[in-house]
């Protein structure tokens, strides 16, 4: 066996026995079905939950029943706009002629409210409309005289399920596969220094590139490791909890993808995590040269989040990380592959993995790695 | 008298702004303790690295074995074995795991593995905790962990580097006893140390650096001259 696979065998067997790693993988397994089962918990009690409208004057006739029916409880209060400081979610003043509404929009319970009454008053005002129209012989219609019939091309709660998964997918697959071999990346450098065993490695006949090479492999392996588990327990989660009205699952070609760009960003981040942990003296000086690695990586997936039909053209794919974001966004979305995207992506993420492996070895064989330490 | 070993001519270095060498030569055959002595920054561990490559010289040249350090650096360090102070092990691993894994990266063949592996193991005496986990074992037998990986793949030069610094005196008296062994199984064994009296007992020849510098080199008997001991003679020589 060459160095490359010796390093390699050594170090897997290393973080293997290594609690915090196993931990590690371990936590975000469990953490993304938590997280999705609080998610549809929440949204489940928010759909189904009643608000109070505090109300004064006489409510006509009718809609009190309609406001009943959407989740909408009725309180008589002396002073609407004070009750609905805090006291209810809402306040209403029946007026003869229009109806005064007070609400905070700070308040998230409010706004719900706020919604279902304005939805309630828009079919209510509709009816009493086309009723008197009936009552002196008009045909209700002359009030849309361009009526709208939706043909949806595809679900509108499958669509629904995608764009979740398009954000919370990337995110998922680029933190885990960051932080899964986190841990194991910084053993494999600035613990060498600190445990004192970087001389004796140096000191053997094998190739540096090798040495590095597997450490690379093997932190790579891990980081993939990592970031199936949390991605495979959290589509297992999701088959079986509806959230957002429907059980969401991922495509066969969006799954590819995936593994694809897992498989570039292990390759990069482990490279680069070595680089830094090759840098730092100790375990936990690598992990303060790692922390800004976790805004720089979470920022290109929130662009989806803020940003939802953010279509840049193909030199955007050439930034790192967001591209990957892109690409697997797209595959969820459309269940269709952009090959030159694709291609620009793949490139990028190989040259960033090329240049990060070349800073870890020349960091690597640097004479001041052992004289600093 | 058989010949060099190792051969260090003009060394010079300087790490950052101190210049840590300045122009020393030396010789190490086979077969000889070799000591390399002198008070902490007098240049004894930067000449060992730079001896086993972990360093390259700014001028002079080493030869190991006829090999030259700086154009065939693989070459020397499948023929050196080195034993520090620093007894960093991989505590994850057993002690036969450690030993094992430094045999394969010095290209012990995999036929040949378990042998060579079984053998350090008897020859240290450590198959009472060779299974054992390294973060459970004591210092001794870390040091001994360390011994073991450096001398594994048989190498004709051995390199101890203050290697009793950190030790009880039971442990030291093995680290002793073992570079004795190995000087009559035909290795050169060179001992960098700066415990005078450590040197004085086990080499059959010296060079003391000071600042740098050599500042003395002959055998024991020489250096030692007409002075009481060693230290002695150290003392006179630095002013």
Request: aromatic content about 6%.
């Amino acid at each position: 066996m060459n160095a490359l696979g010796i390093v390699f065998r050594k170090e897997l067997r290393e973080i293997l026995r290594d609690r915090r790693t196993l931990i590690a993988i371990g936590l975000a397994a469990l953490a993304t079905p938590a997280v999705l089962i609080v998610i549809s918990q929440v949204s489940a009690k928010t759909a189904t939950q009643t608000y109070t409208i505090g109300y004064s004057g006489d409510i006509p006739t009718g809609l009190d029943i309609l406001l009943s029916a959407t989740g909408l409880k009725l309180e008589r209060v002396a002073d609407p706009a004070a009750a609905a400081k805090q006291q209810v979610d809402l306040g209403a003043a029946f007026q003869p002629t229009e109806i005064d509404e007070y609400y905070d929009p700070t308040r998230q319970s409010a706004q719900i409210a706020d919604t279902r009454l304005q939805t309630v008053l828009g079919e209510y005002n509709a009816a009493k409309a086309a009723a008197a129209l009936r009552e002196k012989g008009v045909d209700p219609a002359v009030l849309t005289p361009l009526p709208v019939k939706v043909h949806p091309l595809s679900s509108p709660v499958r669509a629904a399920g995608n764009a979740f998964l398009s954000f919370f997918l990337p995110y998922i697959l680029i933190t885990m596969v960051l932080t899964g071999g986190l841990s194991a990346a910084l053993d494999a450098s600035a613990g060498e220094r600190e445990r004192k065993t970087m001389e004796a490695l140096l000191l053997t006949p094998a190739p540096r590139s090798r040495i590095l090479l597997g450490k690379i492999l093997a932190v790579s392996t891990i980081s993939l490791v990592s970031a199936v588990a949390a991605i495979g327990s959290m589509l297992l989660a999701l088959s079986q909890i509806p959230l957002l009205g429907t059980r969401v699952s991922l495509s066969p070609l969006a799954a590819a993808v995936m593994v694809w760009l897992a498989i570039l960003l292990a390759g990069s981040f482990s490279s680069l995590t070595l680089a830094l942990g090759t840098l730092a003296k100790n375990f936990r000086q690598g992990q303060a040269y790692s922390t800004p690695l976790y805004f720089i990586t979470i920022f290109p997936a929130s662009i989806i989040l803020f940003i939802p039909d953010f279509n840049p053209n193909l030199a955007y794919y050439v930034i790192p990380i967001l591209n990957a974001v892109l690409v697997l966004r797209d595959a969820i979305v459309q269940n269709s592959v952009a090959w030159p995207a694709l291609g620009v992506t793949t490139a990028s993420l190989v040259a960033t993995g090329l240049i990060c492996w070349f800073a870890a070895l020349r960091l690597f064989t640097r004479e001041t790695l052992l004289i600093r330490s | 008298m058989s010949p060099a070993a190792v051969t260090v001519d003009r060394l010079e270095k300087t790490l950052g702004k101190n210049k840590a060498l300045r122009g020393i030569s030396f010789e190490a055959k086979s077969g000889e303790i070799f000591g390399l002595l002198g008070p902490n920054g007098a240049g004894k561990t930067t000449t060992l690295r730079i001896v086993c490559t972990l360093l390259a010289p700014d001028s002079g040249s080493v030869q190991v074995l006829g090999f030259d350090t700086r154009t065939a650096p693989e070459e020397v360090r499948r023929r050196v074995g080195v034993v520090t102070a620093e007894i960093g092990v991989y505590a994850r691993l057993s002690a036969r795991e450690n030993i094992a894994y430094f045999a394969e990266l010095s290209g012990v063949l995999d036929g040949e593995l378990d042998r060579r592996v079984d053998a350090v193991i008897d020859r240290l005496d450590m198959g009472s905790f060779a299974k054992q986990r390294a973060e459970s074992l004591s210092s001794g037998q870390k040091q001994k962990v360390a011994i073991a990986r450096a001398i594994v793949h048989d190498p004709e030069i051995l390199m101890f580097d203050e290697p009793t610094s950190n030790l009880d005196v039971l442990a030291s008296r093995e680290i002793r006893d073992f570079m004795g062994e190995s000087r009559g199984r035909g290795k050169c064994v060179i001992f960098s140390t700066h415990v005078l009296h450590d040197a004085e007992r086990l080499c059959d020849r010296v060079t003391i650096l000071h600042e740098g510098s050599v500042v003395a080199t002959g055998t024991t008997a020489e250096v030692r001259g007409s002075h009481r001991d060693l230290e002695d003679a150290f003392l006179e020589l630095v002013g």
